[in-house]
């Protein structure tokens, strides 16, 4: 059985523990209101943007060009991969949970014989991956967002994505992050961005049909329009998973709080029946002895 000095220096260490992750929820609380306002407000725009281009790409007419970032390479065998994940621990299995669907993608693409390539977005992606796939990095992203994430930090990451699709080193660039659902809720999610992915049950109309006039051009409208799409859907991307950490992070703390505790005052019931056992135990010597004595 632990000595009481034992006893309390446990409790002592799992107190400081308590006011350490209760500060922590505090901060990581105060932090998800503004991201999460900032995903949410975001979340029409890049919606709208992508639905325009759905439609602008499925009217395209008889001799228009199609920029590459629509129409593909014509090959799938050069896969890129952007994992979002946070740059720092302690929120549960957030970075895990969208690891663990990109891991599995890439079994799945080098299984195929596919050319793999990879950019991490958080230093934790980066750590996760390294150890089975670190040949396959190509690019760490670290810090993003530290001080408060803005549309530049995106096109860092979009120039990046662009230069290899430039350079002939990317057929199909797929994103995988967690989209912020609720504060205890953060779904793993991939979106395909190179190349831009049009639905199937929406159709092209007919020239001749068509009631649809583009001013500029849809081949001007396409080329101006799914870089920054690429880059819009990055920047929401960003700012779910900004979210989604603070989120993840406040109801994990919350949880290590309860826990420490529950743990304290188990502590404290062990600490006071050892106490009262010593004293019993020392009343028992001292009337044993008076006895003797006498």
């Known amino acids: 059985m632990p000595s009481l000095k034992e006893y309390r220096i446990r409790i002592a260490s799992v107190t400081s523990t308590r006011k350490i992750t209760a500060a922590m929820k505090m901060v990581a609380a105060s932090k998800l209101r503004r991201a999460q306002e900032q995903a949410e407000i975001a979340r029409p725009y890049a919606q709208q943007m992508r639905r325009l281009l759905e439609f602008v790409a499925s009217e395209t007419r008889s001799g228009v ?47 195929e014989g596919k050319d793999v390539s990879i950019i ?24 993003i967002g530290k001080k408060h994430l803005t549309f530049a930090d995106a096109q860092k990451i979009a120039a990046r994505v662009f230069t290899l699709f430039d350079a002939g080193k990317v057929d199909v660039a797929t994103m995988f992050y967690n989209r912020f659902n609720s504060v205890i809720s953060q779904v793993p999610m991939a979106r395909q961005l190179i190349p831009f992915y049009i639905p199937r049950n929406t159709e092209p109309l007919k020239e001749a049909h068509s009631v649809h006039e583009f001013e500029p051009s849809q081949e001007c409208l396409l080329n101006q329009l799914v870089p920054q799409n690429v880059t819009m859907q990055i920047f929401r991307a960003l700012l779910e998973s900004a979210a989604g950490e603070q989120a993840a992070r406040m109801t994990a703390m919350d949880n290590a709080t309860r826990n420490a505790s529950e743990m304290i005052a188990k ?28």
């Open 120 to 143: 991490t977005v958080g230093r934790k992606g980066r750590e996760l991956l390294k150890r089975e796939f670190s040949p396959y990095i190509v690019e760490s992203f670290e810090g």
């Open 65 to 111: 060009v199609l920029p590459k970032l629509v129409s593909g390479t014509g090959a799938f065998n050069k896969q890129l991969l952007i994992v979002f994940t946070s740059d720092r621990g302690l929120c549960a299995g957030f970075n895990a949970n969208v690891v663990r669907d990109a891991r599995r993608h890439l079994y799945t693409l080098i299984a």
């Open 267 to 294: 502590l404290t019931l062990k600490y006071n029946r050892a106490r009262q056992a010593y004293i019993t135990k020392e009343l028992i010597e001292i009337i044993s002895g008076a006895d003797a004595v006498g």
